[in-house]
């Protein structure tokens, strides 16, 4: 019989339940991306995500030469040396039952082939990353569950570098957050089977003025590689303006990441002032920031979750596998309590701030909708040790993390809206639906939609339809139901004989 502990509780976000499970209990099932992008001879790292009793027992066939799976379900090796698709066939089984599925491994140039989910020091530490937060958060990531539901990138913001590089023009970390150097932090969070991301700055300065990566693009992408860096955060401050400059400036970065031997994943930062949705991709940058930085408001500005969105979601066009748009991170946790996130600069010097209150229960759960739909990377960037219950059950709910990850990746448009209401439509990969709204009012609304009218003409018929937040199975395609202030309901409809 399963344990008491196993059995999920009903948290509340306003009036909406929300399901909360314990990720390290009950049978397995298998999250995180069914399709994996990984450059040819180059290193690979992926944790198969999955939850459930341990221990678990991890069967894998279909592996490629190079390649083998760990006791913690862990892929490691070097990727084969040509471009290609292998089809890896998952079981996993515990004291309370098994679990399958396909994970396809995508040998060749495109890597992110689903948003990148993960950890960003920013929001919380600011100027104030170490070494010891960083390999603090990947071990946090590990035992609250973050990892088994498909999180797997903890990355260092702006602040890690020394006052200057190395006299040969090598990059070099701060010798007082980062002792080591930034090698070892890879390395601990490679043991763990996750992975680290980096920042820098298409000019001579990043943002907060440490020395950026311009005119140093091999330099650095080398130093990244050796470290064991997978990921860069590439800013554009103090950089030219037009189009045509930071187009020539991501590239050159690009190509001097795809010349060294791992596959390290571009994250455009450039704030959308040069409409990077039309040519981020083109140069090989994984996804693009599409706005400015998001503060933690549920605001219609700028600045706000809402104001945010409005803009992301005209972009659905131009998200796609190993494309994505960025409306930024996740504020979900800081609750006003952020270190940057928290202070809105005001006035042009930027020197004074407002403080924000932060989101409330609500707004948190409108704002997680709203990016899983988006098909958005999902980059926390909270202290994940002082997360409330409800906050790890907004960025740990299975199904909202499945819509998020399809395969299909496609980002939510926006439907037939009622005034005060965002209805959003994401279609999936096995013919499935995922249909959300929010509340963009303070006063109630009463929502409802027929999914079986939204579907692929192809898959109506017998479909399990399941409210994704409280977890709740219904039995209707048709839904409906009343949202409070700022809330959001998000439903899941799928062909019944396309369950695993
Ligand atoms: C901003 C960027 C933030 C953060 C900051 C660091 O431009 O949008 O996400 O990286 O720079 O200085």
Request: include cysteine.
């Amino acid at each position: 019989m399963p344990t008491p502990s196993s059995q999920p509780t009903l948290l509340r976000a306003g009036s909406r339940d929300v399901i909360a499970f314990d990720p390290l209990a009950g049978p397995p099932r298998i999250n995180g991306a069914r399709r994996v992008g990984i450059r040819p001879g180059t290193e690979l790292i992926h944790p198969i995500a999955v939850t459930g009793e341990r221990p678990l027992r991890f069967e894998v066939d279909g592996l490629p030469e190079g390649i083998t799976v760990d006791a913690e379900g862990i892929l490691r090796g070097t990727a084969p040396a040509d471009d290609g698709e292998h089809e890896l066939s998952v079981r996993v089984s515990n004291a309370r039952g098994s679990a399958t599925a396909t994970i396809r491994l995508c040998v060749g140039g495109t890597l992110a082939l689903t948003p990148p989910m993960g950890w960003n020091s920013w929001n919380v530490y600011g100027a104030k990353v170490t070494a010891e937060v960083i390999v603090a958060i990947a071990e946090e990531m590990v035992s609250n569950g973050m990892r088994d539901l498909g999180y797997q990138y903890v990355n260092i913001d702006d602040f890690w570098h020394a006052s200057s590089r190395a006299p040969d023009g090598t990059p070099v970390a701060n010798p007082e957050t980062f002792p080591d150097g930034i090698a070892p932090v890879a390395d601990a969070l490679h043991r763990l089977g996750l992975k680290l991301g980096i920042y820098s700055d298409a000019a001579h300065l990043t943002c907060g003025k440490c020395f950026g990566g311009h005119q140093y693009e091999r330099v650095d992408a080398d130093a990244y590689a050796e470290w064991g860096v997978d990921l860069l955060k590439y800013d554009y401050c103090f950089a030219p303006k037009d189009q045509a400059s930071a187009i020539e400036r991501y590239d050159a970065m690009s190509q001097a990441l795809r010349a060294t031997n791992r596959s390290i994943v571009l994250s455009a930062c450039e704030c959308g002032g040069r409409k990077p949705w039309t040519w981020a991709a083109g140069i090989g940058a994984s996804c693009w920031r599409t706005t400015f930085d998001i503060f933690d408001s549920f605001s219609w500005m700028w600045f706000g979750v809402r104001g945010i969105a409005r803009r992301n979601l005209r972009l659905a066009d131009y998200a796609g596998p190993g494309a994505w748009n960025d409306p930024d991170m996740l504020l979900i946790g800081n609750r006003g309590r952020g270190g940057v996130t928290s202070r809105l600069p005001t006035g042009p010097s930027g020197k004074h701030h407002v403080k924000l209150r932060g989101l409330d229960d609500a707004q948190a759960l409108s704002h997680m909708t709203l990016w899983a739909m988006m098909a958005a990377p999902l980059l926390a960037s909270h202290d994940l040790a002082t997360s409330s219950d409800l906050d790890t059950a907004l960025l740990t709910n299975p199904e909202v993390l499945a819509v998020n990850q399809d395969e299909l990746g496609r980002q939510a448009r926006k439907v037939r809206s009622s005034p005060g209401v965002w209805q959003l439509v994401k279609p999936l990969a096995d013919g499935g639906v995922a249909l959300s709204f929010t509340n963009l009012t303070r006063l109630p609304r009463k929502v409802g939609a027929d999914l079986s009218a939204v579907i692929d003409a192809g898959a109506r018929g017998d479909l399990e339809v399941i409210d994704a937040w409280s977890g709740e199975a219904l039995d209707t395609p048709k839904v409906k139901t009343r949202l409070g202030a700022h809330e959001s309901a998000m439903y899941v409809a799928r062909p019944r004989q396309n369950l695993d």
